[in-house]
């Protein structure tokens, strides 16, 4: 069974960077995906950035050219670098692991998640 620890969130202004990351543990299938995800209270979980375990990556639209997502395999970490930040960046970021192949910003295709991690951005 696989194990997330989500960490890196706060509180930050607006135009400013956090760097967020994920600890996996437990067997890892070598075709897997993981993905951040983003919650805000009375909203569906919607998908941030996602990776493939051949490293193929996606971005939703609203982060693309200031989030990078990013995994060191030797440590089994995953990563979401996010600069530019913007007030409605703000949510509980949260880590998913897949034993999909590809990623898709679907909740319902994780299989695992983490305990999620604050981040609050104020303009």
């Known amino acids: 069974q696989v194990q997330l620890v989500e960490s890196g969130g706060g509180s930050v202004q607006a135009g400013g960077s956090l760097r967020l990351s994920c600890a996996a543990s437990?067997?890892?299938?070598?075709?897997?995906?993981m993905g951040w995800f983003r919650q805000v209270p009375g909203k569906e979980r919607e998908g941030v950035a996602g990776?493939?375990?051949?490293?193929?990556?996606k971005y939703t639209d609203s982060v693309k050219g200031r989030f990078t997502i990013s995994k060191d395999n030797a440590k089994n970490t995953l990563y979401l670098q996010m600069n530019s930040l913007r007030p409605e960046d703000t949510g509980m970021y949260y880590c998913?692991?897949?034993?999909?192949?590809?990623?898709?910003?679907?909740?319902?295709?994780?299989?695992?998640w983490g305990q999620g991690t604050q981040v609050t951005v104020s303009s």
């Open positions: 437990g067997y890892i299938y070598i075709r897997h995906c």
């Open positions: 990776i493939t375990s051949d490293g193929r990556t």
């Open positions: 998913g692991y897949s034993g999909g192949y590809d990623y898709t910003p679907l909740p319902t295709q994780f299989d695992i």
